[in-house]
């Protein structure tokens, strides 16, 4: 069965850093576009971040250029985002998605091209 988990979110103050995990099974990540997504109360989801497979170039929204870094480990079949200085508006539900192809989706922040999503994991940022 072909599983994405995502992992380490919580509760972190303003300025604070975090990182998360997205875990696969039953596939390689090796070959996969991964990216990020995020979803707050009552907003649209908003790509975060990606990772091609073939270049592993990296892609970020403009709001988390220089906080936000992602990475692959691919002996560890998982993909991380690296989250520094959060701000309240950090706050929402964090996805990880996977796209078979090679490179992005020339409108993956939109989800297009994902074919696998996770569940999501909560990052609150709050004093």
């Known amino acids: 069965q072909l599983q994405l988990v995502e992992s380490g979110g919580g509760l972190v103050q303003p300025g604070g850093s975090l990182r998360l995990s997205c875990a696969a099974s039953?596939?390689?990540?090796?070959?996969?576009?991964i990216a990020w997504f995020r979803q707050a109360p009552g907003k649209e989801r908003e790509g975060v971040s990606c990772?091609?497979?073939?270049?592993?170039?990296?892609y970020y929204a403009d709001s988390v250029k220089g906080r936000f870094t992602i990475s692959r480990d691919n002996a560890k079949n998982t993909v991380y985002l690296q989250m520094s200085d959060l701000k309240p508006e950090d706050t929402a539900v964090y996805y990880c998605?996977?796209?078979?192809?090679?490179?992005?989706?020339?409108?993956?922040?939109?989800?297009?091209?994902?074919?696998?999503w996770g569940k999501g994991t909560l990052v609150t940022v709050s004093s």
């Open positions: 998605a996977a796209d078979k192809r090679p490179r992005p989706h020339s409108r993956w922040s939109t989800g297009a091209g994902m074919d696998y």
């Open positions: 990772i091609s497979s073939s270049e592993g170039r990296t």
């Open positions: 039953g596939f390689t990540l090796d070959y996969y576009v």
